[in-house]
Structures are given as structure tokens and as C-alpha cells.
């Protein structure tokens, strides 16, 4: 097991096949949640279709778009890590305890100044969102002066440049979006749940992210390449799919953290209220304490 940086919380390893227990947690997580995740779901879908109605006839900012959205999908997901934090606490898993977490946030924080960590996830938000609006500008620029000729509908991007004689703009353009797509993914698989659960400063958040990267280069290989093609199957008709998609790998990404990082160190962000009493017959969490 690596050793910890100082000032890090301890990375764990995990089996290579880990990922497909952090998705079937998730799936066992919105299963018992129910509306409340699906409702976040379709909220972010419904995002997704006004990105679309707003670029439908410029499918060059569609495509960028779109990946701009993926981009920042971690800071969207804050809602799933709250609600699997609380079955896990075996607290109740509802409205409630979305808007208890928010509001302990402002509560706590009042009159802090914009350096403190009551800033943390708007700033790490911030950049995100910057780095998907570049990507947008960059995806645009490269496919309308690029393109052998214009692209306006899905049809033409997959004829004028997936599957063009000469492939070199589609090589660059995957290889742009990967130079991009690569560092923000190693900077936020774990940084944002640790900073919604956790007293953690940005930079911990990130490096912590990193460490667990470089810990578990196999495992998160395998989790990037899900979190891609289950996306993807989600932006299937109408981006319905995204209803179901989106709520399952957030309350994964939640289990991903709780298995690679063990944050016993830091103080929770948020203290834990009593559980409820146990249900007969319910069953137990597989989250891993920390």
C-alpha cells in the first residue's frame, strides 16, 4: 500500500474489478431511494436537452458542448454523494437530508471570507466550468475551420470527420479532448465527495484525487472507460437515458471514494445525526467506514 503524503489523507488499493461493485452499489442505492434520484436525473437530462435544443443546428457546438457538460458532471453529482452518505449513515436518504447538508454549509460558514474552504467546491466548480468552456471553444474552432466541409448535423460530423479519408483532424481531435479530459478526471474522481464529506482544503482534495490515480492506475482506468461508455448509452434517444445513468454513477462515485480514500484523519464536514432505528429485515450498507 502506498505510503501517505503528509497532510494527505491514506489512498487505498483496490481489485482492478473494483468499478463494477462501485456501479452495482449505485444501482442498489437509487433502488432504494427511488424518486429523489431519479428526479435529480432527469434534471440534469433536462440540462442536457437545453444544450441541445440550443445547439441543434450547430452540431460543431453540440459536440463540444456536451463534453463541456461531462466535464463538470462531477460538481452536478453533489446531491448523489449526500443522499449515499446518508443510507450509509443510516440516516434518511431524502429531500431533507440534501437541503439539512446545505444548509449546515451556510450556517457554519457565515461571514467567512472567500478563502476559506466554505468556498472550496464553488471555486473547484468554477474551474471545471472553465475548462469545459475551453474544451467548447476548442471542439468548435478545430471541427468549423478543420472540416472538409460544414457540419450541421450528427450525420455530417460522423461523414466529414470520423470516417474522412484523411483522419487526422478526428486523431486531433480526440487527442486534444484527452489532454484535457485525462488531468480533470485524475483531479476530481475522489476530490469532490472528499470535500463534500470532509473538512479538506482544494489542494488535499485534488492531491488526494491524484494520489489515488497514481495508486490505482488500473482500476480508475477501467472506471474512466465505464463513466464514458454508460454516458454515452445515456445520450441515446431524446438523453433519456441519462434519467438512470446519471443518479447510478453518482452514488457510485460516492462507493469509489469510500474504498480508495480513508479520511479518518480529517474532521467530517458535517457531523452525523442519530440513525434511525434499524428496520428488520433491511439491508446492511456496504460502504467502507472510515
Not at 474489478?17 to 431511494?33: E, K, M, N, S
Not at 440540462?47 to 461531462?70: K, T
Not at 453529482?77 to 447538508?101: H, K, N, Q
Not at 445525526?273 to 467506514?289: D, E, I, V, Y
Request: charged share 10%; hydrophobic share 55%; aromatic share 8%.
Amino acid at each position: 500500500m502506498p505510503r501517505p503524503t503528509p497532510l494527505l489523507p491514506q489512498v487505498r488499493t483496490v481489485p482492478v474489478t473494483q468499478p463494477l461493485v462501485w456501479l452495482a452499489r449505485g444501482w442498489r442505492d437509487l433502488r432504494r431511494i427511488g424518486w429523489l434520484s431519479l428526479a435529480h436525473g432527469l434534471a440534469l437530462a433536462l440540462a442536457g436537452l437545453a444544450i441541445a435544443a440550443v445547439a441543434r443546428d450547430r452540431f460543431w457546438l453540440l459536440v463540444g458542448a456536451l463534453s463541456g457538460f461531462l466535464v463538470v458532471a462531477p460538481v452536478l453529482a453533489t446531491s448523489f454523494y449526500v443522499l449515499s452518505r446518508a443510507l450509509e449513515r443510516g440516516e434518511p436518504a431524502d429531500s431533507g437530508a440534501v437541503l439539512r447538508t446545505w444548509l449546515f454549509w451556510q450556517s457554519s460558514h457565515r461571514g467567512e471570507k472567500m478563502g476559506t474552504d466554505y468556498w472550496c467546491l464553488v471555486r473547484f466548480g468554477l474551474l471545471l466550468a472553465l475548462a469545459g468552456t475551453g474544451w467548447v471553444l476548442t471542439s468548435a474552432a478545430l471541427i468549423t475551420l478543420l472540416a472538409p466541409a460544414p457540419v450541421q448535423q450528427p450525420a455530417d460530423f460522423v461523414q466529414h470527420v470520423v470516417l474522412a479519408p484523411d483522419s487526422s483532424l478526428f486523431a486531433l481531435w480526440l487527442g486534444l479532448g484527452s489532454l484535457l479530459a485525462a488531468p480533470i478526471f485524475a483531479s476530481s474522481v475522489v476530490a469532490i465527495p472528499l470535500l463534500l464529506d470532509r473538512r479538506a482544503t482544494l489542494w488535499q482534495a485534488v492531491l488526494t484525487s491524484w494520489q489515488a490515480v497514481l495508486a490505482n492506475p488500473l482500476p480508475l482506468a477501467l472506471w474512466a472507460a465505464l463513466l464514458l461508455a454508460l454516458t454515452l448509452l445515456g445520450l441515446g434517444p431524446l438523453l433519456l437515458g441519462l434519467v438512470v445513468v446519471m443518479p447510478v454513477l453518482g452514488h457510485a462515485s460516492w462507493h469509489a471514494y469510500r474504498d480508495l480514500v480513508d479520511a479518518a484523519g480529517l474532521p467530517l464536514r458535517e457531523p452525523a445525526t442519530p440513525p434511525a432505528p434499524a428496520t428488520p429485515g433491511a439491508p446492511a450498507s456496504n460502504g467502507m467506514a472510515s
